[in-house]
């Protein structure tokens, strides 16, 4: 099995500084950011009084948000919805660009998921210095007695390194795993289709007939397991047919289908559980360094 774990493709360098890498991870970066700059232009174009259509979805999600940072953040922290909202549209659109099989998830490149994470500490730095101070932040890390300075120090460095690993890990994961499967599928496929095909035609319409005759007695009798065996054993068997009149050679076809099914999973509804715990970790560490003022 060979399955090769590859960072994204370099299209060009730009000569200066050392080399600026014009990645798939940046030209899915832009394409993303103008999508999500598009429909905000034209959502915001016409507005009503009585919202319709575009307009009533796109508010219901912008109040579904602003409800889930208030609850999280509190009321004072509700100006944070814009950034809240920017993030969790763009991890969404990330992830999911990667399914047109020609541009990556910007989210299963590290360098993304980090810049969103350091961004986050910048913020939190930055509250907690204009409520205390710097050297009253500065303070903070040798609290409660001053051997625990190393241990906040790393903590705050395993913040950002914690949120940018998970969200990172969990999208480029499961393009590995469906690569690893998807291979391994198409190399089951050649050697069961070989091995029916040596055979000839008679071997695979066997198998056919068999499967068949299973597959209708296994639906009349409410036999799940004796209809999926005729079922499989059908398309084997017509595969092998196909296979031994050379119609289709190399052709994975046990693998057909597989990667969709796999993609909801990995691809769709991971994109929005993790779009939603970066979020949510995002307010709660936000949430931290803006208390409510008394």
């Known amino acids: 099995m060979n399955v090769q774990v590859t960072g ?9 500084l050392g080399g600026i890498n014009i990645t798939q991870t940046t030209v899915s970066c832009l394409v993303v950011t103008i999508i999500l700059v598009t429909a905000m ?3 915001g174009k016409g507005l009503k009084t009585r919202p319709e259509g575009a307009q009533a979805l796109a508010e219901k999600g ?8 208030v609850d999280s953040m509190g009321e004072h922290n509700a100006h944070w919805t814009p950034f809240i909202l920017t993030i969790f549209l763009f991890s969404i659109c990330g992830s999911l660009i990667g399914m047109t099989g020609f541009l990556r998830s910007v989210t299963a490149d590290l360098s993304c998921t980090l810049v969103w994470a350091l961004t986050v500490t910048a913020i939190i730095w930055y509250n907690n210095i204009k409520r205390d101070g710097f050297f009253g932040w500065l303070k903070g890390f040798t609290q409660p007695i001053a051997v625990m300075t190393p241990m906040n120090i790393i903590s705050e460095i395993a913040q950002p390194v914690s949120m940018a690993f998970r969200h990172f890990g969990n999208i480029a994961g499961g393009g590995v795993i469906t690569g690893i499967l998807y291979t391994a599928l198409s190399m089951f496929s050649a050697i069961v289709l070989k091995l029916v095909a040596s055979g000839g035609w008679i071997t695979g319409a066997a198998l056919a007939l068999t499967g068949a005759l299973l597959l209708a007695t296994g639906l009349r009798k409410h036999k799940k397991g004796r209809a999926i065996l005729g079922a499989v054993s059908l398309l084997v068997g017509v ?3 196909l296979e031994a009149l050379g119609l289709l050679s190399g052709v994975p076809v046990l693998a057909l289908g597989v990667p969709a099914v796999l993609s909801l999973y990995f ?7 993790q779009a939603l715990v ?4 995002t307010m ?5 360094s803006c208390p ?3």
Do not use: H, K, Q
Not at 8 to 16: F, K, N, Q
Not at 62 to 69: G, K, P, W, Y
């Open 267 to 273: 691809d769709l509804f991971s994109a929005f559980v």
């Open 62 to 69: 912008v109040l579904l948000i602003r409800n889930m940072v």
């Open 278 to 281: 970066f979020s949510l970790l």
């Open 239 to 241: 595969f092998g047919i």
């Open 292 to 294: 409510a003022e008394n």
């Open 284 to 288: 709660v560490y936000i949430a931290g």
């Open 41 to 43: 232009i034209r959502l």
């Open 8 to 16: 994204p493709y370099i299209y060009y360098t730009i000569p200066i």
